[in-house]
């Protein structure tokens, strides 16, 4: 994967249901190769903006496309829902607020939350951690934990 997303922008990605309904198919390699040529740079261009590193955009991407096979199945095309990049960002809140509700009220490592709610490495679920909350996991839960 080239990093190169030099004048890359969100409104030149056509959201394309026809291929989304594709992806609820695994097996079907061609689909997920097309997903993933079609959406990575709009996925890696966010993280970068959001102040990630290279790797770390790299390791969003992989995670980010990684959660859409695990979830592709609940995403339903309705406009009253919303579209399918306000999905996108949805599961990531989603993951996020179930880390950080595991960070509350468990001693267990950031490593296995992150493992727990679909994060590859603990410095995946960090930078995503990191970039929705605006805190690191470790001082989110020195802040706020309460066992039991």
């Not at 096979?69 to 009253?80: G, L, P, V, Y």
């Not at 493992?115 to 805190?135: C, I, N, P, W």
Request: net charge positive.
């Amino acid at each position: 994967m080239s990093s190169d997303t030099t004048g890359f922008t969100e409104e030149f990605v056509p959201t394309r249901y026809t291929l989304l309904s594709r992806l609820r198919d695994w097996e079907d390699n061609d689909s997920w190769k097309e997903f993933f040529d079609t959406y990575w740079r709009l996925i890696y261009s966010v993280a970068r903006k959001s102040g990630l590193t290279e790797v770390e955009s790299q390791e969003v991407v992989q995670e980010t496309v990684i959660s859409v096979a695990k979830h592709i199945h609940k995403f339903r095309h309705d406009r009253k829902l919303g579209s399918f990049k306000g999905w996108l960002r949805n599961l990531t809140r989603w993951r996020i607020e179930l880390a950080a509700a595991r960070l509350r009220r468990s001693d267990g490592t950031v490593a296995a939350i992150a493992h727990q709610v679909g994060y590859g490495s603990e410095s995946a679920l960090s930078a995503a951690f990191k970039r929705v909350t605006g805190d690191s996991p470790r001082g989110y839960r020195n802040s706020r934990h309460r066992p039991g």
